[in-house]
């Protein structure tokens, strides 16, 4: 994506001026094989990234600051109806009321993070100032009877495929997966490049975003579970 950012808007003479940069001699042939290439760029066609070592020392960087917001917050198990789904990206930010339904929350920002743990138990990871305003201390395990009733349920296992990249999982004869209707999946990053910003230097302000399944839905569905939202 940041070579897109810096590459996408190049006209004809930020072209030449990146050849003339690099040392290369801007031919008409060579502005053409570089116009095709940032077209290619923007359109998806071609995309250009770090090598693999890169992006896996990169991945562990990155597990390690999600891990400092996940341990920061206060955790409780809270019990389900026995239809609970997994999928290949278990892990699923929730942004809460005053959030965008159709972007996907940070882990430092999202009011709840759950994980699935077994077919009638949900990790429910609160983000303190939200567990505090619902008095729960961090010793809080839900376990006289399904909290979480069917429907609390089906609303939970519908932000988990909402959240996967491909597959879902479930027991064995269970058909809940396959009845889940979620959008497909949009694109990894979006940009705004609209936003005010007075700067001398003429320099961009750009917002950087990961929309939701939701972004394709024709309407939004309310967040899962009502009682995460109103306070006791």
Request: charged fraction near 25%.
């Amino acid at each position: 994506m940041p070579y897109r950012v810096q590459l996408g808007e190049l006209n004809e003479q930020g072209i030449i001026d990146l050849l003339d940069a690099n040392g290369i001699d801007p031919t008409e042939e060579e502005i053409a094989v570089q116009q095709r290439l940032i077209d290619d760029l923007n359109s998806g066609v071609v995309t250009i990234g770090p090598q693999t070592a890169a992006l896996v020392g990169e991945s562990g960087e990155a597990g390690e600051a999600i891990q400092e917001q996940l341990f920061e917050r206060v955790w409780s198990i809270w019990p389900t109806s026995r239809i609970l789904i997994t999928s290949d990206d278990p892990v699923v930010p929730i942004g809460g009321p005053g959030h965008a339904r159709d972007e996907r929350a940070g882990f430092a920002s999202a009011a709840i993070v759950i994980f699935p743990i077994c077919p009638d138990r949900l990790l429910v990871m609160m983000r303190p100032d939200f567990a505090s305003a619902h008095r729960i201390d961090g010793s809080f395990v839900c376990s006289l009877g399904p909290l979480l009733d069917h429907i609390d349920t089906f609303e939970v296992c519908r932000e988990i495929a909402m959240h996967a990249h491909r597959w879902t999982f479930e027991r064995p004869k269970k058909r809940l997966a396959v009845s889940l209707k979620v959008p497909n999946r949009t694109d990894v990053m979006e940009i705004d490049r609209n936003l005010q910003y007075n700067d001398p230097q003429n320099s961009q302000l750009l917002r950087f975003s990961s929309p939701t399944r939701w972004r394709n839905a024709r309407s939004l569905p309310d967040w899962p579970v009502p009682q995460w939202w109103s306070r006791p």
